[in-house]
């Protein structure tokens, strides 16, 4: 301890001036708003004296570190006044102690000295007065000081390293710089990695999304990890190098970058580790696209994924064989819909997403063939330099509509060849697409909410061929907007809003049947029926235009009722529930449209693709029989069975 404390003593008296240049800044800091004509704009003296104290002390603690970092080891071990410790019996440890303590003390207690005399003289210490620098960041603040504390000592070691690397001449000097180009190359890769997987991209608004900021819990990491190596190889300088400046340089390079290439290595685990996640992975899901008509088992989903905050995956996923494949759509992803479409007859998914990092680089399309096993994402020639505001896939799957920065084009998804092209305007909230027809592209168009919380709904046609945008309908003072769902054929559409379930034309928006009060839901047969569950889970089958009764089905106990499929044009599979939890086993049947008859096909167990209910919870995937879900932008729930 009595060599610590001599070592320390000595540093402190040869740079004694110090002291007296910091007290000399903060005594000029007091008297500066006794200069006429300095305080202007409406600054306080005090507000004046701190803020310039505060200026002073961060230029004079910043110099002071730079030059001790630069001389209190390095330059006492370059022109050799090292042997003058070592010459006497010195531990290397008590050495290398008390000169960095001395220069801490010396660097932070410059800048106490300088705001002293303000302090005394009622300065306030507000930067983002004088300065600028935002409010409410004080000098004195928990948050500045550790930013000033870090920056300090970051600047005394790393000087202390530039400087023996540069004026040591040694040939390992060429190491140095290459193992730093290595060390940022490595940091920058496992950065990029979580960008490109949309890491952050999209802030979270729920309670499973973490707070924290997996970018800026990196960087603390990454500047504690640089401060720690450097602390250690400094001490391992004068340790092992003693008088030798190039056994010091040596020394000090390979724990230096052996530290930080460590670092570099687990956050490259780390960041693989993040990225790579199944659907068993998943807290829940937020959001569900499947095919129009459910002729598929194919469906994709995205949802936060459990011990990864910030993180939302987004996967195509088989209910029949429970293969996976996750994609890159989750940026792009507005809260009603993700950006991709699956065939009505369930051959192809396309899907958008970034070429590289997300809204720094333009959008592709991507497909799969999901009729073909194995079969892998395919990027096609169709791009576009902004996310899309809406999106539709052809019947058959070979021509894409995409609405995009008030433009809607239409292109052939196999060669990329643009088909139609054309502007629209309006204020957008949000856009839904449907193909008419193989050469009609219909665009409705939803509004951002007025004053008085009422939409218009806008709906335009575009010809294919001529690439002309007809206006052909418009519904105003929509109260409550909750949902459109269009027919397969297009010439139909289910409006509901909060008090009310409509039938409309859907190329005018004319009323064609009012389904009455809330608590129903309604969907479309493959022919265009249409199908009503009513509050006491009876199931009505209506005619074409919702004004006749066709059929009515009772399924006696069921507490739920959920429109599954049409395995036959005269048959309609639904599942019903005796306790209306998704977790309870559903029962599927069979309907037949034309004599009314129900028969039982056993019980099904479905996994709810639903937001996460508790922290901690898993989206549970195995042994279910199938999927469950409610479609936002309509409200009614949706099946996909396994069979």
Same mark, same amino acid.
């Given at each position: ?16 001036m ?12 007091v ?18 004296r701190?803020g310039?104290?505060?200026?002073? +002390? /961060?230029l !004079?603690s910043?110099l002071?570190?730079?030059f =001790?970092?630069?001389?209190?080891l &390095?330059?006492? @071990?370059?022109? *050799? ?11 290397g440890w008590?050495?290398w102690?008390g000169k960095?303590?001395?220069?801490l ?12 005399p303000a302090?005394?003289a ?5 930067a983002g ?8 960041w ?5 948050? +500045? /000081?550790? !930013? ?6 970051? =600047?005394?070691?790393g000087?202390? &390293?530039?400087i @023996?690397?540069? *004026?040591?001449?040694s040939?390992?000097?060429a190491?140095?710089v290459?193992a ?5 190359l490595?940091v ?12 952050g ?5 729920e ?5 924290l ?18 602390l /250690? ?9 003693r008088?030798?400046?190039?056994? &010091? ?12 290439i ?7 685990i780390l ?22 008509a459910?002729?598929s088992?194919?469906?994709?989903f ?11 995956p ?7 064989s ?21 065939s009505n007859?369930?051959s192809?998914a ?16 991507d497909?799969?063939?999901?009729r ?10 169709i791009?576009?330099p902004?996310?899309p ?8 799957g ?20 643009l ?7 309006g204020?957008?909230?949000f856009s839904?697409?449907?193909?008419v027809?193989p ?6 168009q ?5 004053k008085?919380?009422?939409r ?11 690439s ?6 418009r519904?105003?003072?929509?109260h ?9 054929d297009?010439?139909r ?21 009012d389904?009455?009060?809330p608590?129903?839901?309604?969907s ?8 009503v569950v009513?509050?006491?889970r009876?199931l ?7 004004s006749?009764e066709?059929?009515?089905f ?12 049409q395995?036959?044009?005269?048959s ?11 977790g309870?086993?559903?029962t ?5 449209l ?10 099904r167990?479905?996994?709810?693709l ?8 898993r989206?549970?995937l195995?042994?279910?029989q199938?999927?469950?879900?409610k ?13």
């Amino acid at each position: 301890m009595k060599v610590f404390l001599a070592v320390f003593e000595r540093e402190l008296v040869e740079r004694r001036m110090l002291a007296a240049a910091a007290l000399a800044f903060g005594l000029f800091a007091v008297a500066v708003p006794l200069i006429p004509g300095f305080a202007k704009g409406g600054l306080t003296a005090a507000e004046v004296r701190g803020g310039v104290a505060i200026g002073f +002390a /961060l230029l !004079l603690s910043t110099l002071t570190a730079v030059f =001790l970092g630069g001389s209190i080891l &390095a330059s006492d @071990l370059l022109e *050799r006044r090292m042997g003058f410790y070592f010459s006497r019996p010195l531990s290397g440890w008590m050495l290398w102690a008390g000169k960095i303590a001395a220069a801490l003390v010396l660097t932070f207690g410059t800048g106490f000295l300088v705001l002293l005399p303000a302090a005394l003289a009622g300065g306030r210490f507000d930067a983002g007065g004088i300065w600028g620098m935002g409010q409410g960041w004080t000098a004195d603040g928990s948050e +500045a /000081l550790t !930013l000033w504390g870090l920056g300090v000592l970051l =600047l005394i070691f790393g000087t202390n &390293a530039l400087i @023996l690397i540069v *004026r040591s001449r040694s040939p390992w000097a060429a190491l140095d710089v290459a193992a730093l180009v290595l060390v940022v190359l490595v940091v920058w890769d496992a950065r990029n990695r979580l960008l490109v997987a949309g890491v952050g991209a999209t802030p979270a608004r729920e309670w499973w999304a973490d707070p924290l900021n997996v970018f800026a819990w990196m960087g603390n990491i990454l500047v504690l990890g640089s401060l720690a190596a450097l602390l /250690l190889a400094g001490a391992v300088q004068v340790v092992w190098g003693r008088t030798d400046v190039r056994r &010091a340089h040596r020394s000090l390079s390979a724990v230096l970058w052996g530290v930080l290439i460590v670092l570099g290595i687990v956050f490259e685990i780390l960041t693989l580790w993040w990225v790579r996640v199944s659907p068993r992975d998943l807290m829940g899901v937020t959001q569900v696209v499947a095919a129009p008509a459910g002729s598929s088992s194919w469906i994709a989903f995205e949802g936060p994924a459990a011990h990864r905050p910030g993180y939302s995956p987004t996967f195509l996923y088989d209910v029949e064989s429970g293969r996976a494949i996750r994609t890159r759509m989750g940026p792009l992803a507005a809260w009603w819909s993700l950006p991709v479409r699956i065939s009505n007859d369930g051959s192809r998914a396309v899907w958008l997403e970034f070429q590289g990092l997300p809204f720094r680089s333009p959008v592709n399309l991507d497909r799969l063939d999901l009729r073909r096993p194995g079969a892998e994402p395919e990027p096609t020639r169709i791009s576009l330099p902004g996310g899309p505001e809406g999106l539709a896939l052809s019947p058959d799957g070979r021509r894409i509509a995409i609405a995009s920065r008030h433009r809607l084009t239409v292109e052939d998804v196999e060669t990329g060849r643009l088909l139609a092209s054309a502007g629209y305007g309006g204020e957008l909230w949000f856009s839904r697409l449907a193909f008419v027809g193989p050469d009609r592209v219909r665009l409705y168009q939803i509004s951002s909410p007025m004053k008085s919380g009422s939409r218009s709904l806008d709906i335009f046609e575009i010809d294919v061929a001529t690439s002309k945008v007809l206006e052909t309908g418009r519904l105003s003072d929509l109260h409550g907007f909750s949902g459109w769902l269009p027919s397969p054929d297009g010439e139909r559409a289910l409006l509901r809003t909060r008090t009310q379930l409509q039938l409309r034309d859907a190329r005018t928006g004319e009323l064609l049947a009012d389904f009455g009060a809330p608590g129903r839901f309604a969907s479309f047969l493959d022919d265009g029926r249409v199908t009503v569950v009513t509050p006491e889970r009876d199931l009505i089958v209506l005619d074409r235009d919702g004004s006749r009764e066709l059929r009515r089905f009772h399924l006696e106990g069921a507490k739920a009722l959920i429109p599954v499929d049409q395995p036959a044009p005269g048959s309609l599979r639904v599942v019903t529930s005796r306790t209306a939890d998704p977790g309870s086993p559903w029962t599927l049947h069979l309907l037949d449209l034309q004599t009314g008859a129900v028969r039982s096909l056993g019980d099904r167990r479905l996994a709810l693709l639903g937001a996460p209910k508790r922290a901690g919870s898993r989206l549970s995937l195995e042994g279910a029989q199938g999927v469950i879900w409610k479609e936002p932008y309509s409200l009614r729930e949706r099946v996909v069975l396994k069979d």
